[in-house]
């Protein structure tokens, strides 16, 4: 019954914000993503993964209430859905170039570690930008990304980093580079199929007549010996 009642709620939160389902698609990802960020930033705040160090947890906070605010100035219809999701996604990364150097610096136990975590979050978060069809956003958090993690490999000389440098700059702009492609393409279809809907439209106010009546008259014409 719960459950039954939640579904409601979202899909009828879905159908006052959205027009088609490209639009539908890109919230529930980032929705998801949003709920993905507060799940994991409680569970390190309890103790139960990630650095514990007060620099980290701070960062970690910072990527938090962004998250949150996004999410509301969303919700109130302050900022579009893309406009949004960057804030978030640059903000991020921001926290996450302050945690390479604090590791790299400080080197608290399993920092090898915790760098390639924080650059898989990096690789997630692109993913999720290209999920949601969002535009440069992607290209810019990745190049931060990629850049900051070979900066920390260059200064600390792991060669168990440098190994990793080449993937995840080849994975990274590999997925900037389909999601482009992807949204162009998605763009496309969205924007053929509105059109073609305007024209349905547009015939059926000249003949004034509805989508069944056309139909209808069509299926007529076709017979040999119409009444």
Known sequence: MIFHSLTEKVSAFLRSRTTNTIE???????????????????????????????????????????????????????????????LTALVAQCTIVMRFFYFATVRPDHFLQLILVNQIVSLLAVFFLVLSFVRLTPFIVSAISVVSYGCVAAYLQEPSLWRLFG?????????????????????????????????????????????????????????????
Not at 47 to 57: E, I, V
Not at 181 to 195: A, F, I, P, Q
Request: charge should be positive.
């Open 167 to 227: 993937f995840f700059l080849f994975v990274q702009f590999f997925l900037c580079t389909l999601g482009e492609l992807l949204r162009y393409n998605v763009m496309s279809v969205t924007k053929e199929n509105t059109d073609l809907h305007h024209r349905e439209t547009a015939l059926m106010h000249a003949v004034r007549l509805n989508r069944q009546e056309i139909e209808a008259y069509l299926r007529m014409s076709g017979n040999a010996h119409p009444s």
């Open 24 to 86: 539908r698609h890109r919230v529930i990802v980032y929705l998801l993503h949003s709920l993905l960020v507060v799940t994991i930033i409680s569970m390190q705040f309890l103790g139960l993964g990630g650095s514990n160090d007060p620099l980290p947890l701070s960062m970690s906070g910072i990527h938090l209430a962004v998250c949150l605010l996004s999410l509301l100035l969303y919700l109130t219809q302050w900022l579009t859905l893309s406009k949004a999701f960057s």
